[in-house]
């Protein structure tokens, strides 16, 4: 069976799964069934002294972040790329927009997250708790209860961590990607429950950045309008 082309939309709705375990903000290709059996809980690793004080050093490095502002390049499974810009500001918000020609975005107020199709002009949500942005956007990140490590893997340079959602492990893995010197991250991959996987870089990611408050909030763009941040 010949598989069709990933367009832009569907790059774009697959960014949105990168972050937002998107099954509940976009649909899946038609051609894709969502049907799969019931999964167990996800039981933690057995981490090492050392991969538990990774872990530790993870959460405390994302719970020092309240502001980071970073250009990304998305790599969809296809091979084909997208840019943008990464807004987060913790607790509770943060906003992705697309580059050019691409006028899709992605917005979390505090309680909802809601994605933005561009080329439909259709907007979708979902409460932020039922999403995997949660576990970033929470006032106090652990990773640990309803979130699980499923590996610490560690390379000159290089830290990774996995991750699934204990109660339902068979949505899909994120995989934090840091730089170890300085440590910061540097990017996430998801692998999907199709077995696909999406990867986001950060490039030149700024922390303790100031940004309107106002940003954070969905507005549906005016008809017409060359919408975006960076468009």
Same mark, same amino acid.
């Given at each position: 069976m010949l598989r069709r082309p990933v367009s832009r939309r569907t790059m774009s709705r697959r960014l949105a799964a990168a972050l937002l375990s998107a099954a509940l903000l976009a649909p899946l290709p038609a051609a894709v069934s969502t049907a799969r059996a019931a999964t167990p809980v996800a039981a933690?690793?057995?981490?090492?002294?050392?991969?538990? *004080?990774?872990?530790?050093?993870?959460?405390?490095?994302?719970?020092?972040?309240?502001?980071?502002?970073?250009?990304?390049v998305q790599v969809a499974p296809n091979g084909r790329q997208a840019t943008g810009t990464f807004y987060l500001f913790r607790p509770g918000r943060m906003r992705l927009?697309?580059?050019?020609?691409?006028?899709?975005?992605?917005?979390?107020?505090?309680?909802?997250?809601?994605?933005?199709?561009?080329?439909?002009?259709?907007?979708?949500?979902?409460?932020?708790?039922?999403?995997? *942005?949660?576990?970033?956007?929470r006032k106090t990140i652990r990773l640990a209860g309803d979130v699980t490590v499923t590996e610490v893997f560690r390379?000159?340079?290089?830290?990774?961590?996995s991750l699934v959602e204990t109660k339902d492990p068979g949505k899909g893995t994120l995989t934090l990607v840091f730089e170890d010197h300085p440590f910061q991250l540097r990017k996430w991959r998801v692998l999907d429950a199709q077995g696909l996987t999406t990867e986001v870089a950060l490039l030149n990611p700024r922390t303790d950045v100031t940004f309107d408050h106002d940003m954070f909030y969905f507005k549906e763009p005016p008809r017409g309008s060359d919408f975006g941040r960076n468009n």
């Open positions: 933690p690793a057995a981490l090492s002294a050392q991969d538990r *004080a990774t872990v530790a050093q993870v959460e405390e490095y994302l719970n020092g972040i309240s502001t980071l502002q970073s250009k990304f927009e697309y580059d050019k020609p691409l006028k899709d975005f992605i917005v979390a107020d505090g309680t909802f997250v809601f994605y933005w199709d561009g080329e439909m002009r259709q907007q979708s949500s979902a409460p932020i708790g039922s999403t995997l *942005a949660d576990f970033i956007l390379a000159p340079g290089v830290v990774e961590v």
